[in-house]
């Protein structure tokens, strides 16, 4: 069984949900529960595709995770 790895950084608790897919959610409204979902980050060859909730069809690219991440922290 694979463990996934968890942090936290600038708020934010990313997921990986494989080698090249996160799950990010905002830890700074989990008060009540599960912190919400804001986006996944794919990463594609060099590239770094973010989608966010609540903004569909729409999805930006990065050359860094960090940029990403940066992306959502929004």
Request: avoid cysteine; charged fraction near 25%; proline fraction near 4%.
């Amino acid at each position: 069984m694979k463990t996934h790895v968890r942090f936290v950084r600038q708020g934010l608790e990313v997921s990986e949900i494989s080698d090249h897919e996160w799950r990010v959610s905002d830890t700074r409204v989990a008060a009540l529960g599960a912190p919400p979902v804001v986006g996944f980050i794919l990463q594609l060859d060099a590239m770094f595709e973010v989608t966010q909730i609540g903004r569909p069809g729409r999805r930006t690219y990065f050359r860094s995770f960090d940029a990403a991440l940066d992306e959502l922290h929004g």
